[in-house]
């Protein structure tokens, strides 16, 4: 008697089971998450996220141990007109008793006029930890209004670090809880859209919810190997939501499809765990391998997001194996309870083979020309994917924040009036003892020089240069008056690292010295990406024809399957540069166009990308296999495959580009740009890849899409398998 694959034996057991395994999933949930909370998060450090020579700048700053107090400015202009200094000093003056007189507040500068006389700047230092300061600064804020409403021919307003964190994050928040409140919703009605009952609905909500939780506490444990970062929750829960609906949709509508023709309910159990759950096991894997392939990125960032990401993978898997069928055993056909009228006969399984109408139509010329309908849709694809190849890559920098908060507002007129206050680099000395005061002077020298050149911002006070306790780190900001992604900074960071600091600093014995800052990061990091991103993408294509070829036992299926994601990808890719690194769509998706696309973006979309596609790639292949061994030939197969699994896997990808397209909707243009790279791909995977290319590529390949050398080649092959022609395996198991 042949053994039946585990995936069979796991949701039997489930099924005849369905109490112990629910509660099986419960505790294992509960455990991951209390437990994640109680041994707490792990946070990455500026140590652990350093790349290149600014990543060496700010490890050898964070050696100096320096104080870095919470900084507020608060800035005196002019509404029209020119400035009246004297009125702006008597402002000054009142702002710096009343921020004298504040408990949060250490030290107050002295007045402080611009070069051009149309601004007065106080600086204010605040007590305690930096980190915590957004959280106390409302007593400074309060005090510039009191100064504001006693002298309102002015401008008195405030800016600086803390409260341009609590504007960020209250914008941020308001975003990502938007993004939250309508996730849910917009997956539930599209879900009862899929399947016409409520309680059918919200089962892979259910499991989709139950496996972010659990990863979230795994995450959490994990951080103590791999530190975490601030997006790895927001990155759990989109992946989660994303695979543990998906397979749902395709265990529950097998299911289903199974009942409606007849099938005993643990018979229908059990044949959609032999197929749609192979298919989950398979998607799993192929989606673990793309994550895993961030770990050679050699960033914390990356790695963090890896691991969570393949947490919930395999949770999600997990609750498919067990939990759902246990919840399908015991609710039986109530799961198609309560019933939407309308939508439950659109929706009601069928009980032939043909699947949908309208697919049938939409596949009709990629099954009777496949090689014009190959030939034409894959140009059009190529040309889609063009753009990429002038994608240039960035960091979001203060200029890509949103402008509605009065913090940025006033951070802009201080840039304007105070060019120092802006792109600054950060010269970074570690130096023997007994050199400080030749480092000193060298970098004073440096200061002063740059000052000169119209590349730097000229000198608003004496340059200060910041010396450790031990004598052994000095740090110095050179400031440049021109934006940090601006081909001025750019060469002013050039200039700065082989010509002006070697020449300053070159002299000083057994100086390590390292040029960091906003924009030597930028280029570092990019540089950075450029390097890596070939490894990532060679260890994720070769793993994953290896999952393929050996899960169809089929080189060709695994050849085309790479072929067709990569196709998607560099589409979605030249879609994203066509539409951010232009300014047509800024009115259209509210935003201000950074010319370039997001550093960290191609690598993190390819992964997310090719692991998502393979998703309901794999399901797709494995119903024209299935109709294959049943004897039909390929171009009946590709027909019946992708007609019959059309509803679950349109469901899948439109729930998929629903949530994506909300992070377009987010205030931040990296969120635009990963919400619209998501939501094009999936968009184009679902529809040009999956009624065009793919069924007119199969058709076109006929029997050779099941060619394998011999030693793939099942030894023994099952009772119900297709015949062999011309002495190659048409189909296996």
């Not at 702006?88 to 921020?99: E, H, P």
């Not at 398979?282 to 994550?291: E, L, N």
């Amino acid at each position: 008697m042949e053994k039946r694959p585990i995936t069979v034996r796991v949701a039997r057991w489930s099924a005849e089971h369905p109490w112990r395994a629910i509660a099986f999933w419960v505790v294992f949930v509960a455990v991951c998450f209390v437990g994640g909370n109680m041994a707490g998060t792990v946070e990455a450090t500026s140590r652990d996220q350093a790349i290149g020579e600014s990543g060496r700048a700010g490890v050898i700053a964070d050696d100096g141990h320096f104080d870095n107090p919470a900084t507020e400015s608060v800035l005196i202009t002019a509404r029209s007109g020119a400035l009246d200094t004297d009125a702006a000093m008597r402002a000054a003056t009142d702002v710096t008793a009343a921020m004298k007189a504040l408990p949060e507040v250490e030290a107050v500068s002295d007045p402080l006029p611009s070069h051009d006389k149309t601004a007065v700047l106080v600086q204010v230092t605040m007590k305690g930890d930096p980190d915590t300061a957004q959280d106390r600064f409302a007593p400074l804020m309060k005090a510039t209004a009191d100064v504001q409403s006693r002298h309102p021919d002015l401008r008195v307003e405030e800016t600086g670090g803390p409260s341009i964190s609590k504007a960020m994050d209250d914008t941020l928040g308001k975003d990502f809880k938007k993004a939250e409140y309508l996730s849910l919703p917009v997956t539930f009605a599209i879900l009862i859209v899929a399947f016409g009952a409520l309680i059918a609905a919200g089962v892979p909500v259910l499991l989709a919810l139950s496996s972010v939780a659990a990863a979230l506490g795994l995450s959490t444990l994990a951080s103590h190997l791999v530190p975490s970062t601030d997006t790895t929750s927001s990155v759990i829960l989109l992946i989660g939501m994303a695979v543990g609906v998906d397979y749902s949709l395709f265990y529950l509508r097998r299911e289903r499809e199974e009942r409606a023709k007849g099938r005993a309910h643990l018979d229908a159990v059990e044949i959609a765990a032999e197929t749609s759950g192979h298919a989950v096991v398979v998607s799993g894997i192929a989606v673990t391998i793309a994550m895993a392939g961030l770990f050679l990125a050699g960033d914390v960032v990356f790695s963090s997001l890896a691991l969570g990401s393949i947490l919930v993978v395999l949770v999600a898997v997990l609750g498919s194996l067990t939990v759902l069928p246990a919840l399908l055993s015991k609710l039986g056909r109530w799961i198609d309870r309560p019933r939407v009228p309308l939508l439950w006969r659109l929706t009601r399984p069928r009980t032939d083979e043909k699947g949908s109408r309208l697919w049938s139509v939409l596949l009709r010329p990629a099954l009777r020309r496949p090689a014009a309908t190959l030939t034409v849709s894959v140009l059009a694809l190529l040309a889609l994917a063009a753009p990429a190849l002038s994608m240039r890559l960035t960091f979001p920098g203060m200029e890509d924040l949103p402008r509605t908060t009065p913090a940025m507002q006033a951070y802009d007129r201080l840039v304007k009036a105070f060019p120092s206050n802006g792109t600054v680099h950060m010269v970074a000395v570690r130096v023997p003892a007994g050199q400080l005061d030749a480092t000193r002077a060298a970098l004073t020298q440096l200061a002063q020089k740059a000052a000169a050149d119209p590349l730097f911002a000229p000198l608003d006070q004496e340059p200060d240069v910041r010396v450790s306790k031990d004598g052994r780190v000095a740090v110095l900001d050179v400031a440049t008056p021109f934006e940090g992604r601006s081909d001025q900074a750019k060469e002013s960071l050039t200039r700065l690292r082989t010509q002006l600091v070697p020449q300053a600093l070159g002299a000083v014995p057994g100086a390590e010295i390292a040029v960091g800052g906003f924009v030597a990061a930028d280029l570092d990091y990019a540089e950075h990406i450029q390097r890596k991103l070939p490894l990532v993408m060679g260890f994720v294509l070769v793993l994953t024809f290896v999952v393929m070829a050996f899960t169809f036992r089929s080189v060709v299926v695994a050849l085309t399957s790479i072929a067709l994601n990569m196709l998607s990808a560099a589409a979605s890719y030249g879609l994203v540069v066509l539409i951010f690194q232009g300014t047509w769509a800024e009115g259209i998706l509210g935003f201000k166009s950074m010319d370039a696309v997001v550093s960290w973006l191609p690598l993190f979309l390819f992964v997310v990308l090719f692991g998502l596609s393979m998703d309901y790639h794999v399901f797709v292949v494995s119903r024209i296999r299935e109709a294959v061994r049943r004897g039909l030939s390929t171009r009946e197969a590709v027909a019946q495959g992708i007609s019959g699994s059309a509803g679950v896997v349109t469901s899948a990808a439109v729930v998929m580009v629903a949530v994506f397209s909300i992070f377009a909707t987010l205030s931040t243009v990296d969120m635009k740009q990963l919400g619209v790279g998501l939501a094009a791909a999936i968009l184009l995977d679902a529809t040009i890849i999956r009624a065009v290319v793919l069924p007119s590529l199969m058709t076109l390949l006929g029997n050779a899409n099941w060619w394998a050398p011999r030693f793939m080649r099942p030894r023994h092959a099952p009772a119900h398998r297709a015949r062999e022609v011309e002495g190659e395996l048409v189909a296996t198991r």
